[in-house]
């Protein structure tokens, strides 16, 4: 194993690319493996990420046997030499670009939505995949962005085939691939965790990359990774305040997740744009994630977060910032914990996401710290639970209920409404905090 996931792999890649920090560069992923990792290049570089779709056109009688490709734009390469070979006919080429380009703007719809695409005119491009076995989709999409107007053209990734990466050296103006092992069988075999990434992860990724850009243009400040030591651990986080933040607010993600969760990074991207704070941070080591015993010790998590808590307080930046807590399922218990735990806690307000608040027991009726609890409508069970906890809850609360949701809130404009609850509930407590404040 080379790398812990995909995310993981994208780091390693960025550090390649460091030197083009600056320059006029886009980034574009192939989907879906390849959008993680370029997510993680373009943060590095602050440049645009984007999908590049491309269709291959094979041979009516032989589809897999590719005579060429196309791409948004209008794009399509040719190899005229299998077109001759296959005594391919102006009408069959026809055809076959035709049903193609019905099915790649079928797919750019579902990855990208409304988005335009990234101009490439006159860039350097830098074209990401999480591996290359053969390297035909690779090849295909360099091709695509030359004939979109790209000066340049990098392909990088994380791990390939010796062949494989040979062979697209004549197809890219540079090649970046770290790690070429032999024998090499399959691009999973190289990951600890190489699981399928869903539509919903990639039009988050591109939601998020497309909100920090126009965050930047409006001075937002760059995530600061810092680490956090305590109890012989160290968790790592990024740390984001915006100018005249309001307050800051801690993530406390749910089971299988980490801060990286593109679901949580998408919320918190819309709270820098209402003037908030933001810290995405891991409250178990990687070791301690694979295994259940840690992942379901509320105790311990809430007991971390705390120490997170205490932390911000010691810290010159974030030391005279109201804080709340985002929690995502079990992240949601263990915030509604720490703060039940700890009743001088300084925690201004607490928003739960799919929370799992029943996980809390009986400490609900110590909370504090006015609640928000965003629940899914067509997320029965949980929502159920949240009704319970609600009726335990002694402080200022409120249950928001987004109609058709399911847990995760991957319908359209559920993370969005997610999101602006989030970021009023914040702000409303937060400014009582201040209001409050004695002059100084």
Sequence with gaps: ????????????????????????????????????????????????????????????????????????????????????????????????????????????????????????????????????????????????????????????????????????????????????????????????????????????????????????RGGEADPAEIRVDMAGVRLPGSLVIPDQAAGLVVFAHGSGSSRRSPRNQFVATALHRAGLGTLLIDLLTADEEISRAYVFNIALLAARLAGITGWLGGQLATAALPVGYFGASTGAAAALWAAAANPRLPVSAIVSRGGRPDLTGRRLTLVQAPTLLIVGGADAVVLDLNRQAQAQLRCENRLAVIPGATHLFEEPGALEQVADLAAAWFTSHFAQVSDAAPAA
């Design 1 to 216: 194993m080379l790398f812990v996931d995909r995310a993981d792999a994208g780091r390693h890649l960025a550090r390649l690319v460091r030197h083009l920090h600056g320059t006029d560069v886009a980034v574009l992923g192939l989907p879906r493996g390849g959008v993680p990792v370029a997510f993680e290049v373009a943060r590095e570089l602050r440049a645009p990420l984007d999908v590049i779709v491309v269709r291959k056109l094979g041979v009516p009688f032989q589809p897999e046997y590719g005579f060429g490709a196309i791409g948004e734009g209008g794009v399509r390469i040719t190899d005229n030499s299998v077109v001759r070979q296959a005594r391919l006919t102006p009408q069959e080429i026809a055809e076959v670009e035709a049903r193609e380009r019905t099915r790649l703007g079928r797919r750019v719809s579902q990855l990208r939505g409304d988005r335009p695409a990234v101009p490439l005119a006159g860039r350097t491009v830098i074209v990401v995949d999480d591996g290359i076995a053969t390297g035909s989709t690779a090849r295909a999409a360099c091709l695509v962005a030359r004939a979109r107007g790209a000066r340049r053209v990098i392909l990088a990734v994380p791990v390939g085939s010796v062949e494989g990466v040979a062979s697209l050296r004549r197809d890219a103006d540079e090649v970046i691939c770290p790690h070429t092992p032999a024998p090499f069988f399959a691009i999973g075999e190289w990951y600890g965790d190489f699981s399928q990434v869903a539509d919903e992860e990639v039009s988050l990724l591109l939601n998020q990359a497309a909100g920090w850009l126009a965050g930047s």
